[in-house]
């Protein structure tokens, strides 16, 4: 046998059938196939789930979003700084060997 799917509209409008109360759970089940126990956990769901439908998300997202935008800045801060300390530490680099490298005594070569 196989076994019915149902997309989830077709679920909220079964289940506001249910919420109408305009025939039993028994022949809405009938109707439509489907068994009374699994009309009963579709109608909790949904009446489980309807107070989120009236929360405030947007402001959770907008929080979301300025905190990110945060955190890039913040990394794009430190990879500038990390930039500026390498490119420092690299000409320094070069300038030392090459001074050391003039010196008669000095085992250390040219950096090309």
């Known amino acids: 046998m196989v076994r019915k799917r149902y997309t989830p509209a077709q679920k909220a ?11 039993t759970l028994p ?22 789930g309807l107070a989120d439908l ?9 929080a979301l979003e300025s905190e990110h935008q945060r955190q890039l800045e913040e990394l794009y801060a430190e990879i500038g700084r990390l930039s500026t300390q390498l490119a420092w530490l690299k000409k320094n680099l070069a300038s030392n060997l090459e001074r050391l490298s003039a010196w008669p005594w000095s085992t250390a070569r040219p950096l090309n």
Do not use: C, M, Y
């Open 13 to 23: 409008a079964i289940v506001l059938e249910v919420l109408k109360e305009e025939e």
């Open 54 to 62: 009236f929360t405030d998300d947007d402001k959770d997202r907008r």
């Open 27 to 48: 022949q809405i089940a009938s109707r439509h196939g489907v068994h009374p126990n699994l009309l009963r956990k579709w109608k909790a769901q949904a009446l489980e």
